[in-house]
């Protein structure tokens, strides 16, 4: 190597360089530019810093979790996903086997109800899902990395509606207890759950007992005498829609909060990147969730969120009732991060590892009952995960 200031000698040696350099600069451009070059980003997400141990923990520990969403949405799929609407063909597949869509019409008829386009949508998720629990695991291959695989714990039986594979999975959706907090704590304009802020339930109701967020059997698909939708069908759709937005909000917290913990530069790109798709599916599951019809069905009540005035869980007379629960809210609120002297900002909350990090996403999915066998316990699927997501919050930065 030269010696530090030997190629800038003199004005006219920089001066020199400079031309030289843009002109090789401008072909060099030139040449990334080209479609399917593979120069455009070499070198980018290179910063020559090796993948750590702590990096693998925390690409692992993702794979993991996101083959626990992919399980779930596959099933959310195969009953209510698109089959044919629009020009776009549905051509999800797991491991090269097609994945049957839309075997509950009425199902999707309830989920309609929320939005037009809610089977493209959950499709949509689905795909998502599957290729981010691929390509990680294929990234962990390429390091030389063991790739994680949690096949073994699908012994969960599905819905019984005529048509869906009778496997096992990973995920029961039909007991959840779905926390709804997401809701009101986005809203906030005072308080951020990674300083201690605590927030009210939208559907109090969901958050207590178990509700199925997809039809049991073929007599949960039962019309009332008019053909109209039944209330114990409709919620069990609006359950669906409010368990969308509980799902994709754990990631939007997730990815960022495991960023701070990455070393190699290209791993912390992976989560960025795919971070960044979880944010999208939650807002717009979180738009979606807003048009839950209000009905009450046995001892669940959706509520009427848009009340002006009234607090539509309490009753209680609000005046800052619309900003808590107004439905067309779907923006975070600007509240304060790091320290409250430098003003409101809108930021995704929690981004903290106690609050969002591995190990509470995994506590919120076993809370939200995701994991429970038909004894009502908790599959070994739990205890693997925790030990994944202590290893990847342990995870350290290094410089």
């Known amino acids: 190597m030269r010696e530090k200031g030997s190629t800038f000698n003199g004005s006219r040696n920089r001066r020199s360089f400079l031309k030289r350099g843009m002109v090789a600069g401008a072909a060099t451009i030139g040449a990334a530019m080209l479609p399917a070059s ?29 083959q626990v969403e992919a399980d779930l949405w596959i099933q959310y799929a195969e ?22 869509t839309g075997l509950a019409p009425n199902y999707i008829t309830a989920l309609e109800v929320l939005d037009g386009d809610m089977p493209q949508y959950i499709a949509d998720n689905t795909d998502d899902e599957i290729s981010h629990h691929r390509f990680l695991n294929n990234y962990l291959a390429s390091k030389g990395a063991k790739t994680i695989d949690l096949s073994e714990f699908a012994t969960l039986p599905p819905s019984q509606v005529s048509g869906v594979p009778q496997t096992g999975r990973l995920t029961n959706l039909k007991q959840l207890t779905v926390d709804t907090t997401w809701w ?80 190699n530069l290209e791993v912390l790109r992976i989560l960025l990147s795919i971070g960044g798709s979880e944010i999208a599916h939650f807002q717009t599951w979180h738009d979606k969730a807003g048009n839950a019809t209000p009905l009450t069905d046995g001892d669940l009540t959706f509520p009427n969120l848009n009340t002006i005035g009234v607090d539509p869980v309490t009753g209680a007379v609000d005046a800052n009732v619309v900003d808590k629960f107004q439905t067309n809210l779907i923006m975070p609120e600007p509240t304060f991060f790091l320290n409250a002297g430098l003003g409101p900002v809108s930021i995704i909350r929690p981004t903290s590892t106690p609050q969002g990090g591995a190990v509470a996403s995994v506590q919120s999915f076993a809370d939200d009952g995701l994991f429970l066998d038909p004894a009502g316990k908790n599959t070994g699927i ?18």
């Open 184 to 263: 009101t704590r986005l809203r906030s304009d005072n308080a951020n759950p990674d300083f201690g802020g605590t927030f009210d339930q939208a559907v109090p109701d969901l958050a207590k007992g178990k509700h199925p967020a997809i039809p049991v059997n073929n007599a949960d698909l039962a019309l009332n005498p008019d053909g109209t939708i039944p209330n114990h069908l409709q919620a069990i759709a609006n359950t669906a829609g409010f368990h969308f937005a509980f799902i994709e909000q754990g990631g939007s917290s997730l990815y960022p909060a495991l960023a701070q913990k990455v070393s």
């Open 79 to 100: 009953l209510g996903g698109a089959t044919n609407q629009g020009h776009s063909r549905i051509d999800l597949q797991l491991n090269s086997q097609t994945i049957i």
């Open 382 to 399: 739990v205890q693997v995960l925790l030990d994944l997501a202590e290893k990847a919050d342990a995870a350290r930065r290094t410089f």
């Open 38 to 66: 593979p120069v455009a980003f070499a070198g980018e997400e290179d910063d020559h810093r090796p993948i750590t141990k702590g990096d693998i923990a925390i690409l692992t520990f993702l794979s993991a979790l996101e």
